[in-house]
């Protein structure tokens, strides 16, 4: 396998670029950023500076991932999605002075294994968005996202829950839930939802 760096993308020499990935036209890979294997990032993407992605993900057109961003597994971040890193931010101190790398602490987003962001939707730093969990387009994460959670609006707030094909779940009674497409089973617990036999898994705060 290989890596395919168009030649109007910037990719520093001090990334790290997993086999089978693609960087495509006027991209921006910064310096000690990590790519998985079998990646995407599309035309006028941007992946901040230590930037870690882990493999089969998949960064469309125009999506801004700032430092120090992690992205698991298989996550997928839609077309003009925003990945903040500043809680409060200036474009100056209080006396005026323009800020430096030195005058603010860059916190990041963190999206777990098989997470999907829409379209033009911003998460928030820092925040989590939980796995195979799924973000609506346009929507703004101001917190953290649980596992299979389908949230939407501004703020984003939970409207159902989706199964690892992305698909809306099924009520089956009793806190149960079922896969229109795979046939796959979970169980609602304690406003969590973890596949059954699994356990409820905790994201992080």
Known sequence: MSVRLV?????????EIGDGSSVWHL???????????????????YVGTGVTIGDNCKIQNY??????AVLEDGV????????????????????????????WEAVGVTLREGSSIGARAVCVAPVTVGRWATVAAGSVVTKDVPDFALVAGVPARRLKWVG????????RGDG????????????ESDGRLAE??????????
């Open 7 to 15: 030649d109007s993308a910037d990719v520093d020499e001090r990334a």
């Open 27 to 45: 991209a921006q890979v910064r310096e000690h950023a990590v790519l998985g294997r079998n990646c995407v990032v599309g035309r006028g993407a």
């Open 63 to 68: 999506a801004l991932v700032y430092e120090p």
């Open 76 to 103: 997928f971040v839609g077309p003009a999605v925003v990945l903040t890193n500043d809680t409060f931010p200036r474009a100056v101190n209080p006396d005026g002075s323009q800020k430096s790398g030195a005058d």
């Open 164 to 171: 690892r094909a992305g698909v809306p779940l099924e009520a």
């Open 176 to 187: 149960r839930w079922i896969c229109p497409r795979t046939g796959d089973e979970y169980v």
């Open 196 to 205: 059954a036999g699994r356990g409820t898994e905790e994201i992080d705060t």
